[in-house]
């Protein structure tokens, strides 16, 4: 995969078919009863508009053609959470583009209410089928998104709506790494042939970034991790296998349980 452009502006697509898009007035309205946000100034209609919320600028503008397919059908065999992703994906017709701008919130924070923004569009639109998540390659369904964004509800992050998580199964082995991190001003993380069971190590590596994210967390070359006194897990910085540049490696150290 690609490096990450790095832009201060975070920004979604909202997919759609039938021709139909987002009724801005639905969308305001969820953001200020289901999330309780305040959203003020708000300037547009269902084409283009802009709004604040709390600080935060935004603005939503409704394009009036599909995602071109050469750029969403590199990501089809990626795209697991998504199980029939290439023939609905196709019959989307025109999508919305959904911006934050000018923004001095922490990263985790814009991306938080950029996941509001996006399931309120998902939650008013009977015509909205996903979203598609360029920064991270990521293609989510319009019900896997609503249902993981309400993780927010709880003081919780949607990490499978921010960070694209790569699995690679090779016999008994399994790799798996973080592709968005840097979206966050954090490192990509890998596990590599691990012959932990997929469902550990999967549970295991969204533990850790949720720590690192949620708690704003560093890692560094040859520290170590772990969630129990026993569990400890050493970092080493080199270059990663599945993303460019360097990642954070996380192996083993002495009975731990990655191995």
Known sequence: MEALNENNVVLSMPMFKNNKG???????EDLRVYWELDVTDIEGNDELATFKVGDEFVAISMMPAPIPNSELESMYSYSYLW?????????????????????????????SLLTKINSSILRTSEDAIGIYQGSATLLLPKELYVDFSELLLSDMLPIQLWIYIGIICNNEKTSIYSYGMQEFDKSEIEILETAMPNREVYDLFINILNYVLAYDVTLKHGETIGFSEDEKIKIIESEAVYVDGNSLKLTAVENNIVR
Do not use: G, R
């Open 83 to 111: 199980e029939n992703v290439e023939s609905e994906t196709k019959e989307h017709t025109n999508h919305a583009i959904v911006s934050i701008l000018f923004s001095d919130i922490s990263p985790v924070e814009k991306y």
């Open 22 to 28: 987002y009724v801005l007035d639905k969308v305001i």
